[in-house]
């Protein structure tokens, strides 16, 4: 479960980078500062005399400025296409063609696994599931009111304090190879297992007969998913597996730059999802849909957004401007749980909320992102709302590959 982040195990080991950039929201370093304009917070545009009277560097958002290349994973923004090491992520989510293991594998190496490499690289995920005591012990005084996204970005720091590793540099593969199957491995353990704690459970232990991610359920539920279940979880956590250059991987780049080790990369992408422009998206457009309430107040909502020039959660992104190829695989994967397991009451407001901001906004190319439906399908499969960004993250470690 750790999503975007494979890319940070390719900046470690850089080479053979190519194509695509969407970095989000960064800003240059050289001048900080935030404003407030219509109730958001704008980055304050340094004045030409702060550098000189020189033209000046500062592109906002770092619009243009190409600081990297991925090889693992290409987008077109204005066609929605996103492909993982050149296939396409609609003919990767099918059910009958890959699951999420396999598609992390693909993402790292390069290339999708034989049988025998398939089958060591899933024990190795498997015989790491469990987390150390301490670890658990340090979870169990988290407040229980606190945010998982908090908690995971603790846990997943002590990790470097359990697994050290000699300084880092481009010769490191092992360890960063054995980071990825560590943080793999306990990102779902850590997520499940401060969800059972803040409810006054003990966590549960990793179940070795389920594979990734019905065992990530079961451990949060405490009961076996049926296949489909299974299935739709996976598929999730394929989709939310690799996306170039995005800001948590921009962030892990950072930070893996300095040649600190995997899991202190990992921490650092970790806070950077966890923004509500970005992953947290996800939870607010579930709080977004229980706050509109019914189909006949969508369209007041939306105006009322525009006219204050308020961000409609779900909708916009820096690199698509058609609707984001994820969010239509999901809408999918929803209306299938609903046919099977009985309706949400919220979809039908979701889907009158993308008509209608499709209406007003599509001609600024604003459309639904991968945040827009993916709460809903969380929803379906009993994942409480807080933890959508944490399961997002799940999937995302590929960060890891792009820094190393
Ligand atoms: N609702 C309403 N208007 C929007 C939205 C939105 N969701 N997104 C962008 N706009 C408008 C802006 O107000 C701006 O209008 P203006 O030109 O009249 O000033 C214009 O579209 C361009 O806005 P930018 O901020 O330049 O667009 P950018 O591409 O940088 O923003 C972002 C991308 C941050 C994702 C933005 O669309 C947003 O805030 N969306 C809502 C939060 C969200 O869903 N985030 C998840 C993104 S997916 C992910 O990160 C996993």
């Known amino acids: 479960m ?83 090491r050149g296939i396409k992520i609609d003919e990767l989510a099918k059910k009958e ?63 470097s304090l359990f697994h050290p590793l000699h300084p880092l540099n481009e010769e490191a593969e092992v360890e960063i190879r054995e980071a990825v199957v560590q943080l793999l491995a306990k990102i779902p353990t850590m997520v499940a297992g401060f969800h059972r704690l803040r409810e006054g459970n003990n966590p549960i232990k990793p179940k070795n007969d389920l594979d990734y991610a019905a065992n990530f359920l079961y451990m949060l539920t405490g009961g076996k998913p049926d296949n489909l279940e299974a299935q739709i979880m996976d598929i999730c956590l394929m989709l939310h597996a690799e996306h170039t250059i995005n800001a948590s991987t921009f962030s892990a780049l950072v930070t893996a730059s300095t040649l600190t080790d995997p899991y202190t990369v990992i921490t650092s992408a970790v806070g950077t999802l966890g923004g509500r422009r970005h992953g947290g998206a996800n939870e607010e457009v579930l709080k977004m849909l229980e706050n509109i309430d019914s189909v006949d107040n969508v369209r007041p909502y939306v105006e009322k957004c525009i006219s204050r020039s ?22 999918g994967l929803a209306e299938e749980l609903f046919y099977l397991k009985g309706q949400d009451p919220y979809y039908k407001i979701a889907i009158e909320l993308e008509k209608v901001v499709e209406e007003k906004l599509g001609e600024k190319g604003i459309y639904a992102n991968v945040d827009f439906y993916s709460g809903l399908v969380y929803r379906k499969l009993g994942i409480p709302t807080d933890l959508f960004t944490p399961v997002f993250f799940h999937s995302n470690n590929t960060q890891l590959k792009k820094s190393t």
Request: charged fraction near 25%; glycine fraction near 8%; charge should be neutral.
């Open 2 to 84: 750790l999503c975007g982040n494979f890319a940070l195990l390719e900046g470690y080991f850089r080479k053979n980078m190519q194509s695509s950039l969407d970095i989000q929201y960064t800003q240059p370093s050289y001048k900080h500062g935030l404003e407030e304009v219509n109730g958001e917070e704008s980055f304050l545009k340094p004045s030409t005399d702060d550098i000189n009277g020189k033209q000046p560097p500062y592109k906002p958002g770092l619009e243009g400025i190409a600081v990297t290349e991925s090889s693992i994973s290409y987008i077109d923004g204005h066609k929605g296409i996103l492909e993982y």
């Open 97 to 159: 063609n890959s699951n999420f293991v396999e598609t992390v594998y693909l993402l790292i190496w390069g290339k999708l696994p034989i049988k025998e490499e398939l089958n060591y690289f899933r024990t190795q995920i498997l015989n790491a599931r469990e987390i150390n005591d301490k670890i658990q012990g340090m979870m169990r005084c988290f407040p229980d009111n606190g945010h998982p996204m908090h908690a995971l970005q603790t846990s997943v720091g002590a990790l």
């Open 310 to 331: 308020q961000r409609i959660m779900g909708f916009g992104h820096r690199v698509y401007k058609v609707k984001d190829p994820r969010a239509k695989i999901l809408q």
